[in-house]
């Protein structure tokens, strides 16, 4: 299991947490929605492994994250500008969408 970050911050239009000496994430807040783990965002799969529902859009350019709350010591809610609010971002998840961006 990923600990928790030592410090976070919403610097600008980013998304910004530093485990400490040179380890840190920033990510910007178009990405974060785009890429949120929710269902509303992503769908869900079935015991089938068959998607259901999930957003087709793709363009959160305009989108802003505007505050986050800690869940536990393992994730984070991000509460965006278009009201979205349903992802639970673990650690592991920013570390991930990290390497994937960078």
């Known amino acids: 299991m990923i600990s928790a970050p030592q410090r976070i911050e919403i610097?600008?239009?980013?998304?910004?947490?530093?485990?400490g000496g040179s380890e840190e994430i920033v990510l910007d807040s178009s990405t974060l929605r785009k890429n949120s783990?929710?269902?509303?965002?992503?769908?869900?799969?079935d015991i089938f492994g068959r998607l259901y529902g999930g957003s087709k859009k793709n363009d959160f350019s305009e989108v802003k994250l505007k505050s986050y709350e800690?869940?536990?010591?393992?994730?984070l809610r991000?509460?965006?500008?278009?009201?979205?609010?349903?992802?639970?971002?673990?650690?592991?998840?920013?570390k991930n969408l990290s390497k994937l961006t960078n």
Do not use: C, T
């Open 37 to 45: 783990p929710s269902s509303e965002q992503a769908g869900e799969r």
């Open 11 to 19: 610097v600008g239009d980013f998304l910004a947490m530093n485990w």
């Open 78 to 94: 991000l509460i965006f500008s278009d009201g979205h609010s349903s992802g639970l971002y673990s650690w592991e998840y920013f």
């Open 70 to 75: 800690k869940v536990g010591n393992y994730a």
